[in-house]
């Protein structure tokens, strides 16, 4: 039988929101590829191999799955959310330049359900009107890059969805980010701290951005910042559908 690769989404925590699609994908497959705590999501069974790896060896993973495919191997490289968001698929992809032998594989991509959209929904609608979404971690992309981006979206009066927020390793970031939005935004935008969403961890918190402290987030809370017309009603927050 003929290889393939499946690049799935494993969705934010909760195993009911893995897609159907995703489960018969796992349940066809021979190998698993991914960064440590998403491969431990998914359980070992006869026939099937485990291959986690640390976070920061994306493109080696996804050569070490086109191998394997290659071979006539049935592989999934696995991601929690979505694979296309700031996640494996863009890695695959880039591993597939300049191997035409590769590039003739069966590959598809498997989406999932994301940590913001599990953190929107939980709060309400924050992302109700027009949204964007930036990866506040510097390690691909140097933090002037990051700080433009929050300042234009900032200034286009988007709501904004904020992954990898604060590390322990380089916790200062994020207090930029919150310095900065305070500075485009004023004190009284709500923002929105979604840690661990859909796992018995979750815990959720709306402040406004003057009372926003950097130690409410870590690196598994999803932070969204309201845009102008954001505003709760009862214990939710939504953003109008309406342009202001």
Not at 16 to 41: C, F, K, M, N, W
Not at 100 to 110: F, G
Not at 184 to 208: K, M, Y
Request: glycine residues 8%; aromatic residues 6%.
């Amino acid at each position: 039988m003929s290889g393939w690769l499946a690049i799935a989404g494993l969705g934010p925590g909760d195993d009911r929101l893995v897609t159907p699609e995703v489960s018969q994908v796992l349940a066809q497959a021979t190998d698993v590829v991914g960064y440590i705590p998403y491969v431990a999501r998914v359980a070992p069974r006869p026939g099937l191999s485990l291959h986690p790896s640390d976070n920061r060896v994306e493109l080696d993973r996804a050569r070490a799955a086109l191998e394997m495919a290659s071979a006539g191997r049935r592989v999934v490289v696995v991601s929690s959310g979505d694979p296309g968001v700031f996640a494996m698929a863009s890695a695959v992809f880039e591993a597939l330049e300049g191997r035409e032998d590769w590039q003739a594989l069966d590959i598809r991509v498997l989406p999932g359900i994301t940590a913001m959209l599990a953190a929107a929904a939980a709060a309400g609608a924050p992302l109700g009107h027009d949204f964007c979404c930036i990866n506040l971690s510097d390690n691909l992309k140097p933090w002037s890059v990051i700080e433009t981006r929050l300042r234009h979206a900032a200034r286009a009066d988007f709501a904004m969805a904020f992954y990898n927020p604060r590390s322990a390793s380089r916790p200062e970031g994020f207090a930029k980010a919150l310095t900065t939005l305070r500075e485009e935004c004023g004190p009284d935008r709500l923002i929105t701290f979604a840690r661990a969403v859909s796992t018995p961890e979750q815990r959720l918190t709306t402040v406004s951005l003057g009372e926003a402290m950097p130690e409410m987030a870590d690196m598994r809370t999803v932070v969204i910042v309201g845009n102008s017309a954001t505003r709760r009603v009862g214990p939710w927050v939504y953003s109008p559908r309406s342009a202001r």
